[in-house]
């Protein structure tokens, strides 16, 4: 019978939790990029220009369409062919980026599909201008609407990551990697690491919702 | 000595998507019957049944199909199995796919007006009757375009399946590439591959959905 061992794994901790703070600026970071890749692309993709609008569709539907283990052996091996190179952090970033690009486009776009028409023409008729009626009447209300669209798309985007340790990037489950080839404790090794991802996952859902109840009441009148 | 990328090169690339493909098959089917058990539980009247379900949802939605993959991997050497890669990857792309879909399903069925299943039971029909006639039925009409796009993540998942070492597309692209030092084309080509097994499917789940939403309306 097998005999578990935890021991090895926990001795090597704090390497686990260099690895998770590596783990949550990737997605973070990442997050933060591909929403403004989306809140640009958004528009984009329903507008009337329309190889504006193929280029966004083809970005979306490629992406989308594609695993992101592949995307990133494209990115981090295929794009060196042609020039282009980056270290394995950045390359997880970049990656990571497009990827959660592509799904923030289509939530956001769908956000802003749920503006009803009218809306807006009242914007027009109370003398707002462009601008000003895409930030508060499209973009507001709709970041309200696709808020838990996102944060669960934020979590999927956290998970994913782990795919990056493939490349050698320092995250969480590459640490796993690490300390798996040195102790040999596979199992064990796994099983901590999977935990800490779960509690990563829990705690950021919690704080979602937390933050969903406050920032997001809708506005009663007195 | 390099090897050039040719016709042969690619057919082996055609042959490796079939493994994707069947990967992807049997993932569905398994968690396809994993999901409806588990979102009947889910559904159902007894409490210790619905709060391991939503344990059993949390766990496998809150963490990495990669860290599943690993753990079924070494897991089978653990509990005095032969390592296989393939084994390995049913047993925990099945696990991933029923969490996902008994989620999904959950939702399917808590759409169907309580009214159904009231007046089900005022007919005298039973807990499996009811499921059978009425609501799963029902139910069913709306999981399609939401299955369908599962079914696009699912494809696209078993490539985490090379990491454990089982030559599917993606890992059958590694090989090539390193034979062939064309990583740019390889992977572009393995994308494409990708790209032409999950296009049809995402489309017929949006045409789906928009149908259903027209079908609904009021």
Same mark, same amino acid.
């Given at each position: 019978m097998y005999s578990f061992n935890f021991a090895p794994v926990f001795a090597q901790f704090g390497r686990l939790l260099d690895g998770a703070a590596v783990t949550m600026a990737l997605s973070c970071g990442a997050m933060a990029l591909g929403l403004v890749i989306s809140v640009i692309c958004a528009p984009a993709r329903t507008s009337h220009i329309v190889p504006l609008r193929w280029l966004v569709g083809v970005y979306v539907e490629v992406i989308r369409n594609t695993p992101f283990l592949v995307q990133i052996f494209f990115i981090y091996f295929g794009l060196p062919a042609v020039g282009i190179s980056f270290n394995p952090n950045p390359a997880a970033l970049v990656a990571l980026t497009i990827n959660v690009g592509a799904y923030g486009t289509e939530i956001i776009r769908a956000g802003i599909e749920s503006i009803h028409w009218g809306q807006v023409e009242a914007g027009i008729a109370l003398g707002l201008g462009r601008v000003q009626i895409f930030r508060y009447i499209i973009l507001k209300p709709a970041l309200r609407t696709v808020y838990p669209a996102l944060t669960s798309q934020f979590i999927f985007l956290m998970l994913t990551? %782990?795919?990056?340790?493939?490349? %050698?990037?320092?995250d969480l489950a590459a640490a796993g990697n690490d300390i798996n080839s040195e102790t040999f404790a596979s199992f064990e090794t796994y099983i901590v690491v999977t935990a800490m991802y779960l509690a990563m996952s829990t705690i950021l859902a919690a704080f979602f919702t937390a933050v969903q109840r406050m920032a997001f009441r809708y506005p009663q009148g007195r | 000595m390099i090897r050039q990328f040719g016709w042969n090169e690619f057919e082996l690339l055609l042959f490796a998507a079939r493994w994707t493909i069947v990967l992807a098959l049997i993932a569905f089917v398994g968690g396809g019957i994993g999901g409806l058990i588990v979102a009947l539980l889910r559904t159902a009247d007894n409490r210790t049944a619905r709060a391991a379900m939503v344990v059993f949802i949390r766990v496998f939605q809150g963490t990495p199909l990669l860290m599943q993959l690993f753990l079924a991997y070494f897991g089978m050497a653990i509990f005095g199995f032969s390592v296989n890669p393939l084994i390995a990857a049913m047993i925990a792309l099945t696990a991933h796919a029923s969490a996902y879909l008994g989620e999904i399903w959950r939702g399917c069925i808590q759409a169907v007006p309580r009214g159904q299943t009231e007046a089900a039971t005022t007919l005298g029909l039973h807990y499996f009757a009811r499921m059978r006639y009425v609501v799963l039925p029902q139910a069913a009409r709306i999981a399609v375009p939401p299955t369908v796009g599962f079914l696009v993540q699912l494809l696209k998942e078993t490539s985490l399946a090379s990491i454990i070492g089982f030559v599917e597309l993606t890992r059958q692209g590694q090989i090539i590439t390193s034979v062939t030092f064309r990583p740019f084309l390889v992977y572009g080509l393995v994308a494409a591959l990708y790209f032409a097994m999950c296009w049809p499917l995402s489309l017929g789940a949006r045409r789906m959905e928009r149908g259903l939403a027209r079908g609904t309306q009021r």
């Amino acid at each position: 019978m097998y005999s578990f061992n935890f021991a090895p794994v926990f001795a090597q901790f704090g390497r686990l939790l260099d690895g998770a703070a590596v783990t949550m600026a990737l997605s973070c970071g990442a997050m933060a990029l591909g929403l403004v890749i989306s809140v640009i692309c958004a528009p984009a993709r329903t507008s009337h220009i329309v190889p504006l609008r193929w280029l966004v569709g083809v970005y979306v539907e490629v992406i989308r369409n594609t695993p992101f283990l592949v995307q990133i052996f494209f990115i981090y091996f295929g794009l060196p062919a042609v020039g282009i190179s980056f270290n394995p952090n950045p390359a997880a970033l970049v990656a990571l980026t497009i990827n959660v690009g592509a799904y923030g486009t289509e939530i956001i776009r769908a956000g802003i599909e749920s503006i009803h028409w009218g809306q807006v023409e009242a914007g027009i008729a109370l003398g707002l201008g462009r601008v000003q009626i895409f930030r508060y009447i499209i973009l507001k209300p709709a970041l309200r609407t696709v808020y838990p669209a996102l944060t669960s798309q934020f979590i999927f985007l956290m998970l994913t990551s %782990s795919v990056v340790s493939v490349i %050698s990037a320092t995250d969480l489950a590459a640490a796993g990697n690490d300390i798996n080839s040195e102790t040999f404790a596979s199992f064990e090794t796994y099983i901590v690491v999977t935990a800490m991802y779960l509690a990563m996952s829990t705690i950021l859902a919690a704080f979602f919702t937390a933050v969903q109840r406050m920032a997001f009441r809708y506005p009663q009148g007195r | 000595m390099i090897r050039q990328f040719g016709w042969n090169e690619f057919e082996l690339l055609l042959f490796a998507a079939r493994w994707t493909i069947v990967l992807a098959l049997i993932a569905f089917v398994g968690g396809g019957i994993g999901g409806l058990i588990v979102a009947l539980l889910r559904t159902a009247d007894n409490r210790t049944a619905r709060a391991a379900m939503v344990v059993f949802i949390r766990v496998f939605q809150g963490t990495p199909l990669l860290m599943q993959l690993f753990l079924a991997y070494f897991g089978m050497a653990i509990f005095g199995f032969s390592v296989n890669p393939l084994i390995a990857a049913m047993i925990a792309l099945t696990a991933h796919a029923s969490a996902y879909l008994g989620e999904i399903w959950r939702g399917c069925i808590q759409a169907v007006p309580r009214g159904q299943t009231e007046a089900a039971t005022t007919l005298g029909l039973h807990y499996f009757a009811r499921m059978r006639y009425v609501v799963l039925p029902q139910a069913a009409r709306i999981a399609v375009p939401p299955t369908v796009g599962f079914l696009v993540q699912l494809l696209k998942e078993t490539s985490l399946a090379s990491i454990i070492g089982f030559v599917e597309l993606t890992r059958q692209g590694q090989i090539i590439t390193s034979v062939t030092f064309r990583p740019f084309l390889v992977y572009g080509l393995v994308a494409a591959l990708y790209f032409a097994m999950c296009w049809p499917l995402s489309l017929g789940a949006r045409r789906m959905e928009r149908g259903l939403a027209r079908g609904t309306q009021r």
